[in-house]
């Protein structure tokens, strides 16, 4: 008997990113997601600035860990939110991520209208900051990779090309998923004004492709199956930028039966692909003799 695919449901909601599939996803997903592992220890609403938006969840493993996961959530730059002890999500990155032997860490951001480009990248780096010093305490000198969906993904984009200045040395990778890099060839979306303002004259200014084309921190790109157009095209500029910059590959991956905001909600829970993908992404790249083909950033396995 064939076991039944957990992403099936997410199949008719089709790849238009509208409030039912957005809400169809979150039914579907909700009762699969990642349990926590008993002894998972959790600091909910650490404030790393000044902002009622700057806080931050902290999971930690049991045994004491030095490579921390920093989630961005998604939201069309105007919503979403890290989730919470009470929330379904985006708890499960701190299940997943402490089950691997990481910590892991959730944050949010300020949100458009009132803040605006690029203050996500702002943002995150007080953020970055803030884990690095040991956030309180909780760990010692810890190496970050940085996880984002959507926004959250161009956010991360954003920190990498120096939006925020210089990028942190304790950041030892990147996880973009289901970004935009180049918005002198992108279809903006309606609700992309509030964040990145009226004129289009400033496309180039608000694209990253090249700056991580030319990206030291290793990086890791995915796209859904059942991602909008937009953001399949994205995946496309990404491929043929980086074989004409780096003469390789990007490390992208392809996500079978995923639509735009699933990745995120499935990781840690049974049948979930993206965790291992990740696992592998750091091990190559944080292991004591790194496989420097195997993070570099022009490289996809």
């Given at each position: 008997?064939?076991?039944?695919?957990?992403?099936?449901?997410?199949?008719h909601?089709?790849?238009?990113?509208?409030?039912?599939?957005?809400?169809?996803?979150?039914?579907?997903?909700?009762?699969?997601?990642?349990?926590?592992l008993?002894g998972?220890?959790?600091?909910?609403?650490?404030?790393?600035g000044?902002?009622e938006?700057?806080r931050?969840d902290l999971y930690?493993?049991?045994?004491p860990?030095?490579?921390?996961?920093?989630?961005?959530?998604?939201?069309?730059?105007?919503?979403?939110?890290?989730g919470?002890?009470?929330?379904?999500f985006?708890?499960?990155?701190g299940?997943?991520?402490?089950?691997?032997g990481?910590?892991a860490?959730?944050?949010?951001?300020?949100?458009?209208?009132?803040?605006?480009?690029?203050?996500?990248?702002?943002?995150?780096?007080?953020?970055v900051?803030?884990?690095?010093?040991?956030?309180g305490?909780a760990?010692?000198?810890?190496?970050?990779?940085?996880?984002?969906?959507?926004?959250?993904?161009?956010?991360?984009?954003?920190?990498l090309?120096?939006?925020a200045?210089?990028?942190?040395?304790?950041?030892?990778?990147?996880?973009?998923m289901?970004?935009?890099?180049?918005f002198?060839?992108?279809e903006?979306?309606?609700f992309?004004?509030a964040?990145?303002?009226?004129?289009l004259?400033?496309?180039?200014?608000?694209?990253?492709?090249?700056?991580?084309t030319?990206?030291?921190?290793?990086?890791?790109f995915t796209?859904?199956?059942?991602?909008?157009?937009q953001?399949?095209r994205?995946?496309?500029?990404?491929?043929?930028?980086?074989?004409?910059?780096?003469k390789?590959?990007?490390?992208?991956?392809?996500?079978a039966?995923?639509?735009?905001?699933s990745?995120?909600?499935?990781?840690?829970a049974e049948?979930?692909?993206?965790?291992?993908m990740?696992t592998d992404?750091?091990?190559?790249?944080?292991?004591?003799v790194?496989?420097?083909?195997?993070?570099?950033?022009?490289?996809?396995p």
């Amino acid at each position: 008997m064939t076991a039944r695919d957990p992403l099936a449901p997410l199949r008719h909601l089709g790849a238009v990113l509208t409030p039912d599939l957005i809400q169809g996803t979150y039914a579907a997903l909700t009762p699969l997601r990642a349990q926590p592992l008993a002894g998972m220890q959790a600091q909910y609403d650490l404030s790393y600035g000044p902002d009622e938006r700057h806080r931050l969840d902290l999971y930690m493993p049991v045994e004491p860990a030095h490579t921390v996961i920093v989630y961005l959530h998604g939201g069309g730059f105007s919503a979403g939110d890290k989730g919470g002890a009470d929330a379904p999500f985006f708890g499960n990155w701190g299940a997943w991520a402490t089950r691997a032997g990481y910590a892991a860490a959730a944050m949010t951001y300020r949100l458009a209208p009132q803040a605006t480009w690029p203050s996500g990248a702002e943002d995150l780096a007080q953020a970055v900051a803030f884990l690095a010093a040991g956030a309180g305490g909780a760990m010692t000198h810890p190496r970050i990779i940085l996880a984002g969906q959507s926004a959250g993904a161009i956010h991360i984009a954003d920190y990498l090309a120096g939006r925020a200045g210089r990028v942190s040395d304790a950041v030892a990778g990147a996880v973009l998923m289901s970004g935009i890099y180049d918005f002198t060839r992108h279809e903006r979306l309606f609700f992309e004004a509030a964040y990145f303002g009226e004129d289009l004259a400033k496309s180039e200014e608000h694209s990253t492709l090249q700056a991580l084309t030319q990206q030291a921190v290793p990086l890791m790109f995915t796209v859904s199956e059942f991602d909008p157009p937009q953001f399949q095209r994205q995946a496309a500029h990404l491929v043929e930028a980086m074989i004409t910059q780096t003469k390789r590959l990007p490390r992208l991956h392809v996500l079978a039966g995923h639509n735009h905001v699933s990745p995120a909600l499935f990781i840690g829970a049974e049948g979930d692909r993206l965790g291992p993908m990740i696992t592998d992404f750091v091990t190559r790249c944080l292991s004591p003799v790194p496989d420097h083909d195997g993070c570099a950033p022009g490289f996809a396995p």
